[in-house]
Nanobody, 123 residues
Framework: QVQLVESGGGLVQAGGSLRLSCAAS????????MSWFRQAPGKEREFVTG????????YYADSVKGRFTISRDNAKNTVYLQMNSLKPEDTAVYYC????????????????WGQGTQVTVSS
């Protein structure tokens, strides 16, 4: 069982930056692929970025490439999302998610989810 707790959301102006954190419970954090998803009002939840258990590989949605960076610290059981050059269309609830071993972009593959943190980007 893995419990995930996100933090770091808030209100920021367009062009600004935020750093989200996701703290995980459990002793086998390094065996889980970790991803960030987001859901804007009236829209379906979408994949943003993911990272393999070792941190050696990452994957980004086209909409955030070059602006967002995912990283993890397995000693701290934490995954991070650094968001730069934020745009109003990045406004959403951001969710951290975990799944065993293989990194995928499909939300239904993920067994463990955090409660979400709101990110609002004003124009």
């Amino acid at each position: 069982q893995v419990q995930l707790v996100e933090s770091g959301g808030g209100l920021v102006q367009a062009g600004g930056s935020l750093r989200l954190s996701c703290a995980a419970s459990g002793r086998t954090f390094g065996s889980y692929a970790m991803s960030w998803f987001r859901q804007a009002p009236g829209k379906e939840r979408e994949f943003v970025t993911g990272i393999t258990g070792s941190g050696g590989s990452t994957y980004y949605a086209d909409s955030v490439k070059g602006r967002f960076t995912i990283s993890r610290d397995n000693a701290k059981n934490t995954v991070y999302l650094q968001m730069n050059s934020l745009k109003p269309e990045d406004t959403a609830v951001y969710y951290c998610a975990a799944k065993r071993v293989v990194l995928t972009t499909r939300q239904y593959d993920y067994a463990y989810w955090g409660q979400g943190t709101q990110v609002t980007v004003s124009s």
